[in-house]
Nanobody, 113 residues
Framework: QAPLMEFGGGLVQPGGSLRLSCSAS????????MAWYRQAPGGQREMVAS???????TYADSVKGRFSISRDNTANLVYLQMEALKVDDTAVYFC???????WGQGTQVTVSS
């Protein structure tokens, strides 16, 4: 099993919502900070949101108030709840574990009417 696997991407209309999930393998998940990144076509990979092992969160200015990161340490899951989606949110979204620089394979999110 891959260390990190993302789920939940897809096509959504502007203003819609989507929840991404990231499943992490390993027994020490609760000790790691986790993050979501995204990369738009032709763009650089950018950090969207992060969460520490204790649950403290940070967000990119572009998603503050619209996106929410959370984690379930009992299930080794990290979530990214995305609301009020915009066309500019279209990107491949990646789950990331900074410790060890571990990346998921990415999941496509397309916001289009």
């Amino acid at each position: 099993q891959a260390p990190l696997m993302e789920f939940g991407g897809g096509l959504v209309q502007p203003g819609g919502s989507l929840r991404l999930s990231c499943s992490a393998s390993g027994a020490a998940f609760q000790y790691y900070a986790m993050a979501w990144y995204r990369q738009a076509p032709g763009g650089q990979r950018e950090m969207v949101a992060s969460i520490t092992h204790s649950g403290r969160t940070t967000y990119a200015d572009s998603v503050k108030g619209r996106f929410s990161i959370s984690r379930d340490n009992t299930a080794n899951l990290v979530y990214l709840q995305m609301e009020a989606l915009k066309v500019d949110d279209t990107a491949v979204y990646f789950c990331h574990r900074p410790s060890g620089d571990i990346w998921g394979q990415g999941t496509q999110v397309t916001v289009s009417s």
